[in-house]
T-cell receptor, first 118, second 110 residues
């Protein structure tokens, strides 16, 4: 499809395990964003990629969270030693990056990965 | 205090009514203001964005920004059941980090 895709759509894990969440942005989009959405709450910014670099990772909540992007395409968000408070929907978005990833660009969101940590 | 406050609702209206949504914010440096619509189990989609104070209209949707009061609004005219969703306001400083409100759940009853 032409939109942003994320996998898995749902993930249940046990506390202490590591998880990897994947995002496939729209083809050709150089800017990529990760957000977290807790139940009934708005989106929290986690990290932003321009190409394969992350000029803004200020939203990552702890050093258990990391993300990488390769080939200016797929991105993976990794959560190590998961905790129950990590349960949330993790959303990925991409934008064209033509304006350097600035506000003028509409961010297109994927459907999210629903993570439940037991 | 959160940077962006938004009543969670739910807001229930009859079909055809005007839906009125709003957000307040504390950071006077915000320059760009957006409204997103999020259907259940979907990612948000951008509805409207405005820069600085003023009004913007797009079809049945009108966005208003009052920077002096740190208050933004979204109005939906002639509401339809398909408008039932969660509406999120978002704001941006220069750059691309969006700060979101918690969302208002809207239910338009046929």
């Amino acid at each position: 499809g032409a939109g942003v895709s994320q996998s898995p759509s749902n993930k249940v894990t046990e506390k202490g395990k590591d998880v990897e969440l994947r995002c496939d942005p729209i083809s050709g989009h150089t800017a990529l964003y990760w957000y977290r959405q807790r139940l009934g709450q708005g989106l929290e910014f986690l990290i932003y990629f321009q190409g394969n670099s992350a000029p803004d990772k200020s939203g990552l909540p702890s050093d258990r969270f990391s993300a990488e992007r390769t080939g200016e395409s797929v991105s993976t968000l990794t959560i190590q030693r998961t905790q129950q408070e990590d349960s949330a929907v993790y959303l990925c978005a991409s934008s064209s990056g033509l304006a350097g990833g600035y506000f003028q660009e509409t961010q297109y969101f994927g459907p999210g990965t629903r993570l439940l940590v037991l | 205090q959160k940077e962006v406050e938004q009543d969670p609702g739910p807001l229930s209206v009859p079909e055809g009514a005007i839906v009125s949504l709003n957000c307040t914010y504390s950071n006077s440096a915000f320059q760009y203001f957006m409204w997103y619509r999020q259907y259940s189990r979907k990612g948000p989609e951008l509805l409207m964005y405005t820069y600085s104070s003023g009004n913007k209209e797009d079809g049945r949707f009108t966005a208003q920004v009052d920077k002096s009061s740190k208050y933004i609004s979204l109005f939906i005219r002639d509401s339809q059941p398909s408008d039932s969703a969660t509406y999120l306001c978002a704001m941006m400083l220069a750059g691309n980090k969006l700060t979101f409100g918690g969302g208002t759940r809207v239910l338009v009853k046929p």
